[in-house]
């Protein structure tokens, strides 16, 4: 069966400093990936997904995530943070596209 | 720009009692999913809905939880008796349809379960 692990529950980062929220998926075929964001009081959102091609995918708010096939990761990072980043982060995989299977998530903190 | 809604937000309430949650999906959207999140966990799909059909109910606990959509729109989910673990985030999520690659699910804010 599928599975997603999210290793950091917290990230804490300075304003400004890059960031990179790691999440690694186990899976014997080939999966699509997702990761979700969750702003304070707000519902989940979709951030940025792979479903093939280039296995680097971006977001429009600065955000990247690359697919490493061979290390099963599919890390998210983003070069300069902002306060308005501040959010939990959900990892999630896809193997038949029926059903979405989410990681326990990140809490990204940004000080000032 | 168009939400789903959920009520309540909140929602306290003692074990064996029966609680009950709504949740309105975006206009047009025909698939509708209840997912439930467990404090320190990812959400968990419990019921998924195509229009009044449901899709797949294999991880809802269907000896106490019960789910319908019987116009094809919004959707209740129902726990009767509810148990001290069923405190958790419970999320609403719809799409415009089935593909789950390129029908984008979005999510209301959920409501949040205490059972005492």
């Known amino acids: 069966a599928q599975s997603v692990t999210q290793l950091d529950s917290q990230v804490p980062v300075f304003e400004e400093a890059p960031v990179e929220l790691r999440c690694n998926y186990s899976?014997?075929?080939?999966?699509?990936l997702f990761w979700y964001v969750q702003y304070p009081n707000q519902g989940l959102q979709l951030l940025l997904k792979?479903?093939?091609?280039?296995?680097l995918v971006e977001s429009i708010n600065g955000f990247e995530a690359e697919f490493n096939k061979s290390q099963t990761s599919f890390h998210l990072r983003k070069p300069s943070v902002h306060i308005s980043d501040t959010a939990e982060y959900f990892c999630a995989v896809s193997v038949d596209a029926s059903k979405i299977i989410f990681g326990s998530g990140t809490r990204l903190s940004i000080r000032p | 720009e168009a939400e789903v809604a959920q009520s309540p937000r909140y929602k306290i309430t003692e074990k064996s009692q029966a609680v009950a949650f709504w949740c309105d999906p975006i206009?047009?959207?025909?698939?509708l999913y209840w997912y439930r999140q467990i404090l320190g966990q990812g959400p968990e799909l419990l019921v998924q809905f195509q229009d009044e059909s449901v899709v797949d109910d294999s991880q809802l606990p269907k000896d106490r939880f019960s789910a319908e959509r019987l116009k094809g729109v919004d959707s209740t989910l129902k726990i009767q008796p509810a148990e001290l673990g069923d405190s958790a985030m419970y999320l609403c999520a719809s799409s415009g349809g089935l593909a789950l690659l390129t029908d984008t699910q979005y999510f209301g804010p959920g409501t949040r379960l205490t059972v005492l």
């Open positions: 792979y479903l093939s091609g280039s296995t």
């Open positions: 899976s014997s075929v080939s999966v699509y």
């Open positions: 206009s047009g959207h025909a698939t």
